[in-house]
């Protein structure tokens, strides 16, 4: 089965960066386009930002700008790289294949103002 599991997360002041990453495996990696979503407290889940396999992006308009989806499809890996983090983008952030309905224990951002 699907396994992902997150790293990177922290607490941060407002404007700060950090950079997530998910490693997955039990799927063949370089075939699915790759979102990370995220959820706030008392909020659903949302999708922050996609990769395709060949490296095609698509961000959510209230991270455009800041930030930035990569993949490593030799490590079964992609990243998401955060600067100038607001309190809004605090939440648990998770990555997962898109059209696969299996989820990570994910990793909390913590952005304090």
């Known amino acids: 089965q699907v396994q992902l599991v997150e790293s990177g997360g922290g607490s941060v002041q407002a404007g700060g960066s950090l950079r997530l990453s998910c490693t997955a495996s039990?799927?063949?990696?370089?075939?699915?386009?790759m979102g990370w979503y995220r959820q706030a407290p008392g909020k659903q889940r949302e999708l922050v930002a996609s990769i395709t396999g060949g490296g095609i992006t698509n961000y959510a308009d209230f991270v455009k700008g800041r930030f930035t989806i990569s993949r490593d499809n030799a490590k079964n890996t992609v990243y998401l790289q955060m600067n100038s983090l607001k309190p809004e983008d605090t939440g648990v952030y998770y990555c997962k294949p898109l059209g696969r309905n299996s989820w990570g224990q994910g990793t909390q951002v913590t952005v304090s103002s």
């Open positions: 039990g799927i063949i990696f370089n075939i699915y386009i």
